[in-house]
């Protein structure tokens, strides 16, 4: 191990006693989302001083270390192999070394890997050390104009129109602005159900973040899904934000109570394969209707 890594342990009291093995430290290193220059000094100090990086990609990491004259081993920790692979690295933390847990871009464990890796380093007392960085969530956020002081980062919704729906409706009467990422070719698809679900709520619609073909798209969700749907072709990497329901529950354009339209809940959660009794229960928590018009329209809507 370096001066350096060395001098950095003492700074943060991770010396052991006199006849005491030190542990290493896992170190959880955000990386830039798409401009190269996005990256924390601290976390080139962390990359330089590690004795292992544990990465999604092994070529987009040493590309990136290359870029800085790091000279470090590494592995690869992907949804393949992370279950395997954690193993190996709690036990290379055990023996002493500092690991730095990396992903493509942004900041691990955010609908990337090393969930498993970090959870299990916990467990065994050893120390976690998550830095600061580069998010796509975060990002899309603060320049949406939509309300942070709550919000809710979903990540990716199911890719079957059906699935996607009721997962929507679920997050309805959300009081909290909805993050979500998307894939270029499903967005257009998708951006039609959240308005169908949700109503045509404020949204904010960023592609390509950071990188010098950065684009956001900002207004109603019906004024965002028409520019896209009016393309040829949708590319790059989208995050989408979504104002949540207001207090009062309302939202711009919601329809009915909660910004949802009843009989729409109704006919999302039969074709769902809901039995009629949940579909009830669920219909009147979501859009507040007494229990007895809930039947009525239940009762009307299902298939005979």
Known sequence: MNEAADERRADQGETGGPGEQRRGTLSVVPTPIGNPRDITLRALDVLRTAGLVAAEDTRRARRLLDAHDIDVRIVSCYDHNEQARTAELISVLNAGTDVALISDAGTPLVNDPGYLVVGAALADGLRVDPLPGASAALSALVGSGLPANRFLYVGFLPRKSAARRTALTELAPLAATLIFFEAPHRVVEMLADVREVLGDRSAALVRNL???????????????????????????????????????????????????????????????????????????????????????????????
């Open 210 to 304: 950071t990188k010098s073909h950065e684009e956001w798209l900002r207004g109603p969700l019906s004024q965002v899904h028409a520019d896209l749907a009016g393309r040829d072709e949708v590319k790059g990497e989208i995050t989408v934000v979504v104002e949540g329901v207001r207090r009062g529950g309302s939202t711009n354009g919601g329809v009915g109570a909660g910004g949802l339209d009843p009989d729409r809940v109704i006919e999302l959660l039969l074709g769902a394969g809901l039995d009629t009794r949940t579909v009830r229960s669920l219909a009147g928590q979501l859009t507040g209707l007494a229990r007895n018009e809930v039947y009525d329209r239940v009762s009307a809507l299902r298939p005979r």
